[in-house]
């Protein structure tokens, strides 16, 4: 089985501050994990993914995500936050078996930046 | 980038009536994926396809049915649709074989309000 949890609904940050948005991941095999962008009224966006690779990840628009095992964590983080990165996030697991690998999705985060 | 469209993106209909929601991706993918979504929550899966007449009920359990006659499109019905269908509903597609195709491409969702 797999899960995902977001912690925070709603992160709300200043225009240029750090924005870090948190997600703790439940797996019995290594984890694929992912993290979209939902821009209102659109479908989802991949932000970055890590695939057992290096795991500091780094995606587009500046986001960037560590994978790490020991706390099972993979917190999305950019170092400056900018008036168009206000969306809604959403991190995924995907560690079902080899044919499936359907994605499990956290609740979301809402980032709100402050001018 | 990845090609993937619903159509239509808005639906607003009766109850009793019988919809499709259409999904077709370009990219030759074996594996597509319908998600419902409701407002501020995260993507429910509902169905998957492994290719060409496979298809399977996912996490949610839903009223609605798939079919998977041609690899690129995927479409997804609701004989009889009742309020209690209006959501979001996400199509998604992705390869097979390596990790790197593991990745899931999105449309644009379709909403749908059922009256």
């Known amino acids: 089985a797999q899960s995902v949890t977001q912690l925070g609904s709603h992160v709300s940050v200043s225009e240029g501050a750090l924005v870090l948005l948190r997600c703790n991941y439940s797996?019995?095999?290594?984890?694929?994990l992912f993290w979209y962008v939902q821009y209102p009224n659109q479908g989802l966006q991949l932000l970055l993914k890590?695939?057992?690779?290096?795991?500091l990840v780094k995606g587009i628009n500046g986001f960037e995500a560590e994978f790490k095992k020991s706390e099972t964590s993979f917190h999305l983080t950019k170092p400056s936050a900018h008036m168009s990165d206000a969306a809604e996030y959403f991190c995924?697991?995907?560690?079902?078996?080899?044919?499936?690998?359907?994605?499990?999705f956290g609740s979301g985060t809402r980032l709100q930046v402050q001018p | 980038e990845a090609d993937i469209y619903q159509t239509p993106r808005y639906l607003v209909i009766g109850t009793g009536k019988k919809i499709t929601l259409e999904c077709s991706q370009t990219?030759?993918?074996?594996?597509m994926y319908w998600y419902q979504q409701d407002p501020g929550m995260e993507l429910h899966l509902i169905h998957y396809?492994?290719?060409?007449?496979?298809?399977e009920k996912g996490d949610l359990s839903s009223e609605s049915t798939v079919s998977r006659i041609r690899t690129e499109h995927f479409p997804l019905t609701l004989e009889s649709a009742r309020p209690s269908h209006t959501s979001q509903y996400l199509c998604?597609?992705?390869?097979?074989?390596?990790?790197?195709?593991?990745?899931?491409?999105f449309g644009p969702g379709t909403r749908l309000l059922v009256l």
């Open positions: 396809s492994y290719g060409v007449n496979s298809t």
């Open positions: 995924a697991v995907s560690a079902g078996d080899t044919g499936r690998r359907a994605l499990t």
């Open positions: 990219m030759g993918h074996d594996k």
């Open positions: 890590y695939t057992s690779a290096a795991t």
């Open positions: 797996s019995s095999v290594p984890p694929y």
């Open positions: 998604a597609s992705s390869g097979s074989g390596t990790s790197v195709r593991e990745t899931q491409y």
